[in-house]
């Protein structure tokens, strides 16, 4: 019985896993211009389709530079469907984003 369980368990959290999950990819290092597809503030983290059909998850860390028209704005700033220029630095298989620019 108890395997029963813990295998009900396993293929709920992979359920689970599969549902939340969104398919992203790791870029390398650089500048790369997209839409916001999601912005999940609870955790500081966007996800941003690219120009050349990438989805980029960036979860935002103390130096994470944002700004619009050169004026530093806050997180709450950041809409779905906004335009962005962000620069990254690839860790491994995590971007961190160095800054993100809201284009409009």
Request: proline share 1%.
């Amino acid at each position: 019985m108890k395997s029963s369980i813990l295998k009900g368990m396993f293929f709920s959290a992979i359920l689970l896993f599969i549902a939340c999950g969104e398919s992203t990819d790791v870029v390398e290092s650089g500048t790369y211009q997209g839409t916001i597809s999601e912005v999940e503030a609870d955790k500081t983290e966007i996800y941003v389709a690219t120009d050349d059909d990438k989805t980029l998850e960036l979860y935002f860390t103390e130096t994470t530079s944002l700004t619009r028209n050169g004026a530093e704005v806050d997180f709450s700033e950041l809409k779905e469907g906004q335009k962005v220029e962000v620069e990254v630095e690839k860790n491994g298989k995590r971007l961190d984003p160095i800054s993100v620019k809201i284009m409009e």
